[in-house]
């Protein structure tokens, strides 16, 4: 076919954020220090490349700590994990490293302080992935003055039920959508007038600058292609946003499944990357574009971001 000229524009931020690039960063620093293999606790990041190439490098990737061998090495996920996990790694006499990231360390200091002033707690966020496990986690299932709710959606609102309206708070998981978040905030505002929130919202900076960056391309493009794994919730609202505005918005995070028919009528294209997808794998999609179009690339300027997060001890 032709080689038409395809117009391809770069969202800035884009990619890594500092609480990847410590997790992973973690991983390779213990495997240095200690040596193959390490064990981690669940994918320390949702990306199937970085997992592969951490996998080769000598990283166990497990679901459950039973299948990790007595006084191994450990590392917790960037997502968190719950008290719960923490002490099952003690009484299998594992040595523990957090690459927790610090925003999400900084929600469950959230949930413990108000635990501990006996409020009940809603947790905005979505159901199975593990950052909400790991900060639900933080209260004990059996408590009963320390309950913690679970909400999806304003029809979870609408059904929530708690003991005590007068002693509320709220915290949220932190790669949310930030429009779709401030509307259950909202309703949980309206249902519950004296309900708390954390001083600063609770989804990271990364996560809201990826966010405005895709807005800003919206009305410029015709089609936006969203690195990142099907797993990664912060890579899923990217292409929601698109989706929103009846936008074509594509999630790729293995360049083998790319198909040309994506770019039939296609003049300019927009990419952008999850927070824990690597750029090389943005360049690998640019050239895919190039066997087919001729291209020109330019970047849209963005925030600077150039927050770095201090390594645990290992």
Sequence with gaps: ???????????????????????????????????????????????????????????????????????????????????AIKKEAQDFNLISIDATCPLVTKVHNE??????????????GHKGHPEVDGTMG????????????????????????????????????????????KKIIDAL???????????????????????EAVKKMLSQHDLIFVVGSKNSSNSNRLMEIANDKNLDAILLDDMADFQEKWLKDKKNIGITAGASAPEILVQRLVKEIKKIKQISVSEIKGIEENIIFKLPKI
Excluded at 37 to 42: A, D, E, K, Q, S
Excluded at 119 to 124: A, L
Aim: net charge positive.
């Design 1 to 83: 076919m032709s080689k038409e000229i395809i117009n391809i524009s770069l969202a800035n931020p884009r990619g890594f954020c500092a609480g990847v690039d410590r997790a992973i960063l973690i991983v390779e620093k213990t495997l240095e220090k200690y040596g193959a293999p390490v064990y981690v606790h669940h994918e320390v990041v949702h990306n199937k490349f970085v997992i592969k190439d951490l996998n080769k490098k000598g990283a166990i990737f497990v679901n459950s700590l039973k299948e990790i061998p007595k006084s191994s090495h450990v590392i917790f996920s960037a997502h968190g994990v719950s008290k």
């Design 111 to 124: 949930v413990n302080k108000l635990s501990k002033n006996e409020y009940t707690i809603i947790m905005i």
């Design 138 to 181: 933080q209260i004990e299932k059996n408590s009963l003055n320390n309950q913690i709710h679970l909400v999806e959606n304003i029809e979870d609102v609408k059904k929530l039920k708690v003991l005590n309206s007068n002693k509320l708070s709220y915290v949220s998981q932190t790669t949310l959508s930030i429009d779709d978040t």
């Design 189 to 211: 505002k309206e249902k519950y007038p004296l309900i708390l929130g954390p001083k600063k919202d609770d989804i990271c900076y990364a996560t809201q600058n990826r966010q």
